[in-house]
């Protein structure tokens, strides 16, 4: 019979964290040797306790989950699949740039996390359903050039948000949306305000929907 797959688990929601242990502990052929609440954590366990499989949440204090992967696979120390409630673009590419070999959102049957823990141990690459078609998706049409898309002096979260905006919605609701903290949003606006040389929101929502953003499906974009 094979070795269990050795798993440390990283999140730093203590009641996620608990509940992941609770579902994949004492499961045939998954051996959870330890858990982390934060990145720094994370690399110290993966030091010490060699697991297999990381599984890795993204958003956390101190060094996050996507730069925690990059040193991990950096080492070849273990493989490290990411699950996580962020499905946003800017966070599947970069850790997938990290060198994450799967990633999964919170949410996902048990049985598909503990396949998809198999399946990175084995060596293969696993991502779930919403997230394999958006990376098929990428290959197939491939990515717009910098000179090619409007505002190119924007990353793709500040495009995120920059078409939240456009789409009327505020800062508190975009938050939400993004599973982020206002303040974030805040700043992230008054980023995009400098970048675009814009007077106010207003100034930079009429640009934003006179480049397409925050159309709603079926209807055009009119400037305010």
């Known amino acids: 019979m094979a ?24 499961l045939p052929g998954i051996d959870v040797v330890g858990t982390a609440a934060d990145g720094e954590t ?4 993966v030091g010490e306790l060699r697991p297999d499989v990381v599984l890795m949440d993204l958003a956390m204090p ?27 673009d800017e966070s599947v590419y970069a850790a997938i740039r990290a060198g994450a070999a799967g990633y999964l959102l919170k949410g ?16 293969e690459a696993v991502f779930g359903t919403e997230i394999a078609q958006r990376v098929l998706r990428f290959f197939a049409e491939g990515p717009r050039s910098a000179s090619t898309r409007p505002f190119p002096e924007l990353t793709p979260r500040e495009m995120e ?12 609701a975009i938050a939400r949306r993004l599973s982020v903290a206002p303040k974030t949003v805040r700043n992230t606006v008054s980023t995009i305000l400098g970048k675009l040389h814009a007077a106010d929101r207003g100034e930079a929502v009429a640009r934003a929907r006179a480049a397409g953003l925050g159309q709603l499906p079926g209807r055009p974009a009119t400037a305010t």
């Open 161 to 172: 948000i920059l078409d939240l905006v456009a789409h009327g919605l505020g800062n508190q």
């Open 108 to 123: 996902a049957a048990r049985d598909d996390v503990t396949r998809s823990v198999a399946a990175v141990a084995a060596g």
């Open 62 to 88: 101190g060094i996050g989950g996507v730069e925690a992967t990059r040193r991990i696979t950096a080492r070849g120390d273990a493989a490290v699949l990411v699950l996580t409630m962020h499905a946003d």
């Open 3 to 26: 070795d269990p797959v050795r798993v440390l688990l990283v999140d730093d929601h203590p009641i996620f964290l608990d509940g992941l242990l609770t579902a994949l502990g004492g």
């Open 42 to 45: 994370a690399l110290l366990a």
